[in-house]
Structures are given as structure tokens and as C-alpha cells.
């Protein structure tokens, strides 16, 4: 079973950084693609950003682009999401998860991803 562990959020002002970290120590990621979900409370999960671990072609929604970059490195089967210029309405629990399917769509399907990890809470504060 694969497991993912996410790490690296937490609280910080409008135009500060993180960079979340996604650890999928049982999965050969060259095989699977990688994404990021949020969620806020009331709302569906949204996909923001999906990496090929293939060919590593990405993704990225329209509400991120520019200001989130995704990666991932097959060998430490490791992702990551650095995001920049954070705003209050990126406040949300982020998730990562894996597909055995490594092709990127838009919109990283949630039906896709087979393994889920814990989440971690992102704030932004104005």
C-alpha cells in the first residue's frame, strides 16, 4: 500500500512562502504522477498542480499558476510545491496523492489518484 506524508505547512503573512513537501517512501514515482489538492471546508477538493513522474510534464490551475511550482525527484520519491506571493484565499488543507496513471490532465481528476496523504493546514493571513 502506498503511503504519503505530507509536511511544510502552516501560518504566514499574504505574500510570504512555503513549500510542501510529499514523501512516498513505498512508491516508484517514474511510474505514477503526483498532485496537489486543497480543500476548504464547504467546498469541493480542487487539483491545483500535477506532476508526470514519467515525463514530468505538469499542471497547473489558472487560481496558482505563476506563483506555485511543482516538482518531484523519483529517486528521493519525494514532491514538492514551493508557493510563492501567498494570498489570504490560498488558506485551505492541502493534500498530495499519487495515480497510477502518470499522464497529467487538467484539473488533476480526483477519481485518478489512488493514494491520499493526511493533509496539512495552509493559512494565510492578511
Known amino acids: 500500500q502506498g503511503q504519503l506524508v505530507e509536511s511544510g505547512g502552516g501560518l504566514v503573512q499574504a505574500g510570504g512562502s512555503l513549500r510542501l513537501s510529499c514523501a512516498a517512501s513505498?512508491?516508484?514515482?517514474?511510474?505514477?504522477?503526483i498532485g496537489w489538492f486543497r480543500q476548504v471546508p464547504g467546498q469541493e477538493r480542487e487539483g491545483i498542480s500535477c506532476?508526470?513522474?514519467?515525463?514530468?510534464?505538469?499542471y497547473y490551475a489558472d487560481s496558482v499558476k505563476g506563483r506555485f511550482r511543482i516538482s518531484s525527484d523519483n529517486a528521493k520519491r519525494t514532491g514538492w510545491l514551493q508557493m510563492d506571493s501567498l494570498k489570504p484565499e490560498d488558506t485551505a488543507i492541502y493534500f498530495c496523492?499519487?495515480?497510477?496513471?502518470?499522464?497529467?490532465?487538467?484539473?488533476?481528476?480526483?477519481?485518478?489518484?489512488?493514494?491520499w496523504g493526511q493533509g496539512t493546514q495552509v493559512t494565510v493571513s492578511s
Open positions: 513505498t512508491l516508484p514515482l517514474e511510474y505514477y504522477a
Open positions: 496523492a499519487a495515480s497510477h496513471n502518470p499522464s497529467v490532465t487538467r484539473g488533476c481528476p480526483t477519481p485518478w489518484y489512488d493514494y
Open positions: 506532476i508526470s513522474g514519467k515525463d514530468g510534464s505538469t
